[in-house]
């Protein structure tokens, strides 16, 4: 893919995100790796509604900020997973309601964040970790991310919003979107004697996908 269509696909990725409610107002944030090994990164304090493709962030791959404007201040959260999954094509953060919510709520696991009801939350993200809260913008949710040493490929952020890294533009935001609905899902069901997949068949899963985050 061209430079040019690829600015041109992160940005009619993130204003769908952003039209069927998935992040609002100048929440969120994403970012792609380039052919040369840079980066393009949404700018701070700009809406997925109305990003210009022209007007993108430019990494070069050595890191430094060579084009476009200002990038996000999650900025140390984007690189975090591009140097700890190998293959990491793209990095999407959104705010998204229902997975904020369900990270309001009593966790048995953070190490395993949804509950398996599904397959396909499991098939596109592995386990989700839930990172304890910090404050938007804090380097810290990096250094977070980097302890993880590359075994989870999604993690939610407590009380503000999940982060997906996938090998393309397109797979990060399928895979937070299914993220969200699988929040969704487990809100609609709670307090309710769910019926969720088996250790067995997560374990099945998990071997499917080939990753043990």
Avoid: W
């Avoid at 999604?154 to 929040?183: F, K, Q, W």
């Amino acid at each position: 893919m061209t430079e040019a269509r690829l600015r041109e696909t992160l940005c009619e990725l993130a204003a769908s995100l952003f039209a069927r409610g998935l992040t609002h107002g100048s929440t969120g944030n994403i970012s792609a790796r380039t052919a040369d090994g840079g980066l393009l990164v949404s700018p701070t304090g700009t809406s997925f509604g109305r990003l210009d493709p022209a007007r993108l962030a430019r990494f070069d791959a050595a890191g430094r900020h060579i084009g476009g404007d200002r990038p996000t201040k999650e900025m140390p959260l984007h690189r975090a997973f591009y140097d700890t999954r190998e293959g990491a094509g793209a990095v999407v953060h959104l705010h998204s309601c229902h997975s904020v919510a369900l990270s309001a709520l009593p966790v048995a696991d953070p190490g395993d964040f949804l509950p398996p009801l599904t397959p396909y939350a499991v098939m596109q993200l592995g386990r989700v970790r839930l990172l304890p809260y910090f404050r938007p913008g804090d380097p810290a949710m990096g250094d977070a991310v980097r302890e993880l040493d590359g075994r989870h490929a999604a993690v939610m952020l407590a009380n503000h919003g999940p982060v997906v890294a996938g090998r393309s533009v397109e797979a990060a935001c399928d895979a937070i979107e299914e993220l969200e609905a699988t929040a969704r899902l487990a809100l609609m069901l709670h307090g309710l004697p769910a019926r969720g997949l088996t250790p067995a068949q997560v374990a099945e899963l998990l071997a499917a996908r080939g990753d043990a985050g």
